[in-house]
C-alpha cells in the first residue's frame, strides 16, 4: 500500500537552542499527517463528531527518534494504516528528509464517544479503511 505523504518545513519555532527539532514537535508533525491522511479519505471528523458524537484519540504511541530534523528542514509525514479493530486503527507513521527516515512510529487510535467511551467505528469509516488494507487505490 502506498503511504499517505504530507510535507512540511522545519520552522525556528520547532527547534531547541541547538537548531534541532524538538523531540515532541514530531508528535505534532504525525498529528498533522494522521489529520491530512483522514481528510484525505474524506472523512470530515467534525462532522462525524457532530453526527455520530464520535472521535479518534490517540491511544498509544510506540517512537523511535532515529536521525535529528533542523531548522529550514524539508520534510515528508508518511502515514500508512497497518490494521482494523472493531474500535481501533493501528497506524505506521514516519518523518523523512529527503530519503532519509529521521522518525518512526506506531500509533494506535480509539474510536471515543463524547463521554470517553469507546465506540465502534462507523461502519462507512471502516469500509473506506478496508479498502485501503485490500490494496484499494484511496489513500
Known amino acids: 500500500m502506498t503511504p499517505h505523504r504530507f510535507t512540511l518545513r ?3 519555532e520547532d527547534t531547541d537552542l ?8 514530531y508528535l505534532k508533525f504525525i ?3 494522521r489529520t491530512e491522511w483522514v481528510a484525505g ?33 524539508d520534510l515528508v509525514v508518511e502515514t500508512r494504516l497497518l490494521s482494523i479493530g472493531g474500535a ?6 514516519a518523518v523523512i528528509r529527503d530519503a532519509e527516515r529521521l522518525f518512526a512510529a506506531t500509533v494506535t487510535l480509539v474510536c471515543l464517544t463524547d463521554a470517553g ?9 471502516r469500509a473506506r479503511l478496508a479498502g485501503l488494507l485490500a490494496g484499494d487505490a484511496r489513500r
Open 117 to 125: 467511551h469507546a465506540a465502534r467505528l462507523p461502519a462507512d469509516v
Open 10 to 12: 522545519v520552522y525556528y
Open 18 to 25: 541547538a537548531g534541532i527539532v524538538y523531540y515532541a514537535n
Open 31 to 33: 498529528e498533522r499527517g
Open 41 to 73: 479519505l474524506g472523512i470530515d471528523q467534525m462532522a462525524l463528531r457532530a453526527t455520530a458524537g464520535i472521535v479518534f484519540a490517540v491511544r498509544r504511541v510506540e517512537a523511535d527518534f532515529l536521525r535529528p530534523a533542523r531548522f529550514g528542514d
Open 88 to 93: 481501533r486503527l493501528v497506524l505506521e507513521q
